[in-house]
């Protein structure tokens, strides 16, 4: 096997510090084609699907590819915007403000990117660009707040499989939850506070989580107690009674028992027990997305709403909001510490001699570079 070298490299560069943001990704476009990549890659990860190879992918492409990108393709182009995916046009801005907020903190230098574990830009798109950039030392921050195998996991794998082609592998650290990180809570009951305030208290808050198979909480997935103690941890902030809150479950497929109670038959339920008012939470979402702006805010409101349910209010995700890129910042300085660019006692003039000096002894010794 030819790794991949460093060709360019120079004695006494400096090297700033990687930071890979990554996310689930998006379709290129609303299109029954383009859903069709997506849903290849997506769907054919053994993270997501844990099935055996040889029975699950004749299903995925002998059926599932034939019928599900049409109707899929039909809900994106239900909240694609001017900007493309919402998915992706908020990742991008949330990667910018990270960028913005970590170049104020850090003493030295630093260069966060966007890689989505599916779709484009590419986990290995964007490892690519910090490696030539020179970066010695990665950060991976996904952006899941809750652990699960099918999520942090596979992205770990996607972060493994291409670092295995590089001769020269970075330092490594990789964020794997942050459910209970008091930042993080604290952003989201900010939202629901300003939802209360601009709607009005609902008689009843739903967190609404994307749910995954039963089984693999039977195999020791975490993820269903994450979500647990996310909502018990918001709650709490809020000083919210237990039967004014719910934590449910959505984008279940197929035919397989899933994680408990189900978003929709909840929200149906209590539609038909004449609840007055819903807001409906989604915290384990980074940014809006498909599964938050029509599943969420479309369909289940429908369903609420239909049921007879008086009024719906989904509260959006944290997406960029100044509060939520100071947790996720605060997460970066964290786990950053012990490497030379987030040393406090760093003084730029003595890095840069100390780099003059490196280069100096690298060609005296017959370097080119």
Not at 58 to 80: D, F, N, T
Not at 167 to 181: A, C, G, I, K, M
Request: some cysteine.
């Amino acid at each position: 096997m030819a790794y991949r070298g460093d060709p360019g490299f120079t004695h006494g560069a400096p090297s700033p510090l990687g930071v890979l943001v990554a996310n689930l990704g998006t379709p290129d476009a609303p299109t029954a084609p383009a859903v069709r990549r997506y849903l290849a890659e997506f769907l054919a990860d053994p993270r997501v699907v844990e099935l055996p190879r040889w029975k699950w992918l004749p299903i995925l492409h002998g059926i599932i590819l034939r019928v599900r990108p049409r109707h899929a393709a039909e809900a994106y182009r239900k909240v694609w915007t001017e900007e493309g995916s919402p998915l992706l046009a908020i990742s991008r801005r949330q990667t910018a403000a990270l960028q913005a907020a970590l170049s104020s903190r850090l003493p030295g230098p630093v260069r966060v990117v966007l890689g989505m574990r599916y779709g484009a830009p590419s986990i290995a798109g964007a490892l690519e660009e910090l490696r030539a950039a020179g970066v010695r030392r990665l950060l991976v921050l996904p952006l899941y707040p809750q652990y699960s195998a099918t999520t942090t996991a596979s992205t770990f794998d996607a972060v493994a499989g291409t670092l295995a082609t590089w001769r020269w592998v970075p330092e490594l650290r990789f964020l794997t939850q942050y459910h209970d990180d008091p930042g993080y809570v604290r952003a989201l009951v900010a939202s629901v506070r300003e939802a209360w305030a601009s709607q009005g208290e609902p008689d009843r808050l739903l967190f609404s989580f994307h749910g995954l198979p039963r089984r693999y909480l039977e195999a020791g997935d975490p993820y269903h107690c994450a979500c647990q103690k996310t909502a018990r941890l918001v709650t709490e902030a809020l000083g919210l009674p237990r039967e004014r809150w719910a934590l449910s479950f959505q984008s279940r497929v197929g035919r397989e028992e899933w994680l408990r109670p189900y978003t929709d038959e909840l929200l149906k339920q209590w539609g038909a027990e004449g609840v007055q008012r819903v807001h409906v939470a989604c915290p384990g979402f980074s940014a809006d997305c498909l599964e938050t702006l029509e599943e969420i805010g479309q369909q289940n409101r429908g369903f609420f709403l239909e049921a007879g349910g008086g009024s719906f209010h989904y509260v959006p995700a944290l997406n960029d909001r100044p509060d939520h890129i100071a947790a996720l910042a605060d997460l970066v300085t964290r786990q950053a510490q012990g490497w030379p660019e987030a040393d406090a006692n760093r003084n730029p003039a003595d890095v840069a001699a100390e780099l003059a000096a490196s280069r100096a002894r690298a060609l005296a010794m017959g370097a080119t570079r």
